[in-house]
Structure formats: structure tokens, C-alpha cells
């Protein structure tokens, strides 16, 4: 996803209707990443305790 926003490329979730495309998904796709990471860290510390 990187790769397209740094390379002006088109792609999928893109939308002109929306006023949505990569740059501005970009952020709030890491931020769910880090959060599911961070969140099964936990549960495996979690399980790990038990």
C-alpha cells in the first residue's frame, strides 16, 4: 500500500465518491495492525499465565 501512495497508483479502495483513496486509509490501516498485534500479544500472555 505504501508502494502505491508513494507511486501515485490507483488502486483498489480509491473511491473520488468517498473522497477516499490509499494516503488517507494508510493510517488507519496501521493503527488497526498495531492494535490486532498488540491485542494478541496480550491474549498469548494471557494464555501463557493461566
Do not use: G, P, Y
Request: net charge negative.
Amino acid at each position: 500500500m505504501q508502494d502505491n501512495i508513494d507511486n501515485s497508483t490507483r488502486i483498489i479502495f480509491d473511491n473520488d465518491e468517498d473522497n477516499t483513496n490509499s494516503a488517507k486509509l494508510l493510517s488507519w490501516i496501521e493503527r488497526v495492525r498495531n492494535d490486532v498485534r498488540t491485542r494478541s500479544i496480550q491474549l498469548l500472555q494471557q494464555t501463557r499465565t493461566d
